[in-house]
């Protein structure tokens, strides 16, 4: 690890705790790591920040995407607050997993007592109050949405079944390599697989899909990086995958004796209803306050600055004694 980073470790371990004791963060047993992944605007990254580290007893831990030096150069500076910029992280590459291991990695050298884990993005804020408090009656549970167990049969073992170039890894829908991947999917699923994924497992697993986002406690997160460290062949099976946040932490878990203590998120997405955004999250805006609110969620994403307004609201919201 970089002498950097180890130095902003040795910094976290010395931080000034008063500030709990003072009586600003909610009184209980629990302190978050929250990692995330960020890859544009500092001041949104910067307003989640401020907004975790005035909330909670917290630290943070940013990687930034290598494309953006600008951006490393202009988040917060804090004792409170890890950053990193290792991986050029492309959408659908297995970068994303990369980052959040990295941090994850990170926030175990680290001396501090962690109770749990939140993965997340730039993008994020919390919209109400008591997360906290709910996870201090609710230590043991994890909160990940699962979508379901994956076949061969399924179109979305292509994720792990085929060795996929990085060209393809393009976001734009209407992009004629969207329909590419679709078709080496489809194809996939028949049983004809291009550019077959030649790393096998030593300890076979059943894979499963879910959303990238998730709230653990510290035992979760620790059993993933043992097994991690115990299994190299699972980390270099998904090197060439697509989208392997969606099922990378999902079925180590699933996977684990923790399985049962799965509880569904605590993470408010809009995902989009149209081809040209089917599964992509729908920025945040006014109109979402009503079902968020409707729903137990105590984050969400995706927000964007040019909608100041909703990221002011929640602001304000929490905030509020």
Same mark, same amino acid.
């Given at each position: 690890?970089?002498?950097?980073?180890?130095?902003?470790?040795?910094?976290?371990?010395?931080?000034?705790?008063?500030?709990?004791?003072?009586?600003?963060?909610?009184?209980?047993?629990?302190?978050?790591?929250?990692?995330?992944?960020?890859?544009?605007?500092?001041?949104?990254?910067?307003?989640?920040?401020?907004?975790?580290?005035?909330?909670?007893?917290?630290?943070?831990?940013?990687? !930034?995407?290598? *494309? #953006?030096?600008?951006? =490393? /150069? +202009?988040?917060?500076?804090?004792?409170?607050?890890?950053?990193?910029? &290792?991986?050029?992280?492309?959408?659908?590459?297995?970068?994303?997993?990369?980052?959040?291991?990295?941090?994850?990695?990170?926030?175990?050298?680290?001396?501090?007592?962690?109770?749990?884990?939140?993965?997340?993005?730039?993008?994020?804020?919390?919209?109400?109050?008591?997360?906290?408090?709910?996870?201090?009656?609710?230590?043991?549970?994890?909160?990940?949405?699962?979508?379901?167990?994956?076949?061969?049969?399924?179109?979305?073992?292509?994720?792990?079944?085929?060795?996929?170039?990085?060209?393809?890894?393009?976001?734009?829908?209407?992009?004629?390599?969207?329909?590419?991947?679709?078709?080496?999917?489809?194809?996939?699923?028949?049983?004809? !697989?291009?550019? *077959? #994924?030649?790393?096998? =497992? /030593? +300890?076979?697993?059943?894979?499963?899909?879910?959303?990238?986002?998730? &709230?653990?406690?510290?035992?979760?997160?620790?059993?993933?990086?043992?097994?991690?460290?115990?299994?190299?062949?699972?980390?270099?099976?998904?090197?060439?995958?697509?989208?392997?946040?969606?099922?990378?932490?999902?079925?180590?878990?699933?996977?684990?004796?923790?399985?049962?203590?799965?509880?569904?998120?605590?993470?408010?997405?809009?995902?989009?209803?149209?081809?040209?955004?089917?599964?992509?999250?729908?920025?945040?805006?006014?109109?979402?306050?009503?079902?968020?609110?409707?729903?137990?969620?105590?984050?969400?994403?995706?927000?964007?600055?040019?909608?100041?307004?909703?990221?002011?609201?929640?602001?304000?919201?929490?905030?509020?004694?």
């Amino acid at each position: 690890m970089p002498f950097w980073i180890l130095l902003q470790l040795l910094c976290f371990s010395r931080q000034d705790r008063r500030i709990q004791a003072k009586g600003r963060f909610p009184v209980c047993n629990i302190k978050i790591a929250y990692l995330l992944v960020a890859h544009k605007c500092p001041e949104q990254v910067n307003a989640f920040i401020d907004q975790l580290l005035d909330y909670g007893n917290c630290d943070v831990y940013v990687h !930034v995407d290598k *494309k #953006n030096p600008e951006l =490393l /150069k +202009n988040i917060k500076k804090s004792s409170r607050v890890f950053v990193c910029s &290792i991986f050029d992280v492309r959408w659908g590459s297995f970068e994303i997993v990369k980052a959040a291991v990295e941090l994850m990695r990170a926030a175990m050298k680290s001396e501090n007592k962690y109770s749990h884990i939140y993965f997340g993005s730039g993008q994020d804020l919390l919209v109400k109050q008591g997360l906290y408090e709910y996870l201090d009656c609710h230590p043991d549970n994890i909160f990940l949405e699962i979508t379901g167990r994956i076949k061969n049969s399924d179109r979305a073992s292509a994720r792990y079944r085929i060795c996929w170039p990085k060209k393809l890894m393009i976001r734009n829908d209407l992009h004629p390599y969207r329909f590419i991947r679709i078709a080496m999917q489809f194809l996939c699923r028949s049983g004809i !697989v291009i550019r *077959k #994924n030649k790393v096998t =497992l /030593k +300890n076979p697993v059943d894979f499963y899909e879910g959303h990238t986002w998730f &709230i653990i406690p510290i035992a979760v997160m620790e059993y993933i990086i043992s097994y991690l460290n115990d299994n190299p062949d699972y980390f270099k099976f998904w090197e060439n995958s697509l989208a392997s946040d969606l099922m990378f932490f999902q079925t180590i878990i699933m996977n684990s004796s923790f399985a049962d203590k799965i509880k569904g998120e605590l993470m408010y997405v809009n995902f989009g209803k149209t081809f040209g955004t089917m599964n992509h999250p729908m920025t945040i805006t006014m109109d979402d306050i009503d079902n968020i609110k409707k729903g137990d969620y105590y984050c969400a994403r995706k927000f964007e600055w040019n909608e100041k307004q909703s990221i002011d609201y929640f602001t304000k919201l929490v905030k509020e004694n």
